[in-house]
């Protein structure tokens, strides 16, 4: 029982360091190809207008009005995901990291890649966005977090721009503070990266502070809260037309006056749904920080279903290889459904300790 038990343990150690990586690197080669394609240009809106300056409720044709036409960038629309969606590629040079982000912070997300925690801005936008990972299993994306220095670059890739940030600060904190995801400065748009501390263990939280570097960094993207950005407002551009000077006049159009078209991004109010989304959202974000050993009660008593099914199986084949006098044909047979009890086995096993160890 002992030898069984021991070979069990160290069958489960494989399988949190290289099973559990293989799962992530199938998943991150999908992601990949999931984010080159939301990489592909998506061809521009442009909203072109065309305003004269005659003061007339009529149509009429003159010789020496052209009509204006004025060109307005379009309005960039704030992207939206589902849990699991890739939402950006991180990179880290200083200690080789190279990983896709997804929505969420989910057990599940969390098996795919870092995830960036939805209760808070998505990188290039003002405000402090978090992004959780692996420190130790799932490929470990965030084992090396703490030879980190001030000074650092780290890089987040997204469909709608390349933002720089440089790191500030590292310090451990107790798993109770999900205060450090936060936003503290809403002016200023940061990150902070989360993992478990110290490495195989649950015991506390490192946390990586980095602040965004504007000269580095694309345009950020609008604040959907407030409809503002800090990144310099679309211009608009008015040129001459060539074309024939007739056209229509507007009643409302004034004499010696053009038009400006001005594009501005409206709060939307949030309905009640919205609300409980959002609550939703801080809920697992700090369930998922806060969770230590054993924080999923179901995967329990599943492992100890799958246990003793995988002590049927042993017990059966024992049985019938002695009264047969041979472990043959009995040992091949079993292996198959032993392998598969064995892998549910760990799975559940797996559930039990912390979300981003």
């Not at 198959?336 to 797996?350: D, H, K, Q, R």
Request: glycine residues 6%; proline residues 7%.
């Amino acid at each position: 029982m002992l030898v069984t038990a021991g070979l069990l343990m160290l069958g489960f150690v494989g399988y949190q360091l290289w099973g559990t990586g293989l799962s992530t690197a199938a998943a991150q080669a999908s992601l990949e190809e999931q984010f080159a394609a939301s990489l592909q240009p998506a061809t521009p809106q442009v909203i072109t207008t065309t305003t004269n300056a005659i003061a007339s409720d009529i149509s009429t044709t003159t010789t020496n009005e052209q009509p204006i036409p004025t060109t307005v960038a379009p309005a960039v629309a704030t992207p939206t995901f589902v849990p699991g969606e890739v939402v950006a590629q991180l990179q880290i040079p200083s200690i080789d990291v190279d990983f896709f982000v997804v929505s969420g912070v989910g057990v599940e997300d969390l098996r795919l890649g870092p995830g960036h925690f939805t209760d808070t801005p998505l990188p290039g936008q003002v405000g402090n966005s978090a992004i959780a990972g692996h420190r130790t299993t799932y490929g470990q994306p965030f084992h090396d977090l703490d030879q980190l220095s001030a000074g650092d670059d780290i890089i987040i890739t997204t469909a709608y721009g390349t933002f720089t940030y440089e790191v500030n600060t590292l310090r451990v904190v107790e798993p109770t503070e999900y205060s450090v995801v936060s936003t503290t400065d809403p002016t200023t748009a940061t990150l902070t990266l989360t993992t478990c501390h110290p490495k195989w263990s649950a015991a506390q939280r490192l946390i990586v502070t980095a602040t965004l570097d504007d000269l580095r960094s694309d345009p950020l993207l609008p604040d959907v809260a407030t409809g503002t950005t800090s990144a310099t407002d679309a211009s608009t551009t008015t040129q001459p037309s060539t074309s024939s000077p007739t056209s229509t006049l507007p009643s409302e159009t004034s004499l010696g006056t053009s038009t400006t078209v001005e594009t501005t991004i409206a709060a939307t109010l949030a309905d009640p749904a919205d609300l409980d989304s959002s609550a939703a959202n801080n809920s697992q974000g700090e369930e998922v920080f806060s969770a230590g050993w054993f924080h999923d009660s179901t995967a329990l008593v599943q492992a100890i279903i799958w246990m003793v099914i995988l002590l049927g199986i042993r017990t059966i084949v024992i049985r019938v290889s002695q009264r047969r006098k041979s472990w043959w044909p009995m040992l091949p047979v079993g292996l198959l459904p032993a392998a598969i009890g064995l892998y549910f086995f760990y799975l559940n096993i797996n559930n039990l300790v912390p979300p981003n160890l």
